[in-house]
């Protein structure tokens, strides 16, 4: 006689948050706050807005950027080239550190980034075009005498 199937799935053992408090943070995808988690759990509840947002496998390297069309802070899993911002839909591109550069501007002097090679670089403050390769600020200038 072959044995009975199980009515219903059996459950998992529940959650047990690690021992030494690790956490991990997220953007709720529902009112795009930062959330805290303990890391190793499969899923987040905002308590703001109570969406649930799916979190990383443990073990995945995350990086943040903020979102050049409305300033909203995404996080993305290391290595992607680009994110699709979730309120605003603008696709940013997604720069790792070696891959970027600073000058100060040229006219207001506000510190901007740019992506390492460029010729120039706008100022979204004033408007701008600096070139990026004829300016070097005192700092460098100091470490470079």
Do not use: D, W
């Amino acid at each position: 006689m072959p044995a009975p199937l199980a009515p219903y799935p059996t459950v998992s053992a529940p959650f047990t948050p690690p021992a030494n408090g690790a956490q991990s943070q997220l953007v709720c995808s529902g009112c795009q706050n930062l959330l805290l988690y303990p890391v190793g759990a499969t899923s987040v509840c905002c308590a703001v807005c109570n969406a649930v947002t799916s979190a990383p496998p443990p073990g995945t390297e995350m990086a943040q950027l903020v979102c050049g069309g409305c300033h909203t802070l995404l996080m993305y899993i290391r290595g992607a080239t680009s994110v699709q911002c979730s309120c605003c839909h603008t696709i940013n591109l997604a720069l790792e550190a070696n891959q970027v550069a600073h000058v100060n501007c040229g006219n207001c002097r506000m510190l901007l980034m740019y992506q390492y090679g460029a010729p120039s670089v706008k100022c979204a403050v004033c408007n701008f075009v600096t070139s990026a390769g004829a300016s070097t600020n005192i700092t460098e200038q100091k470490f470079n005498s």
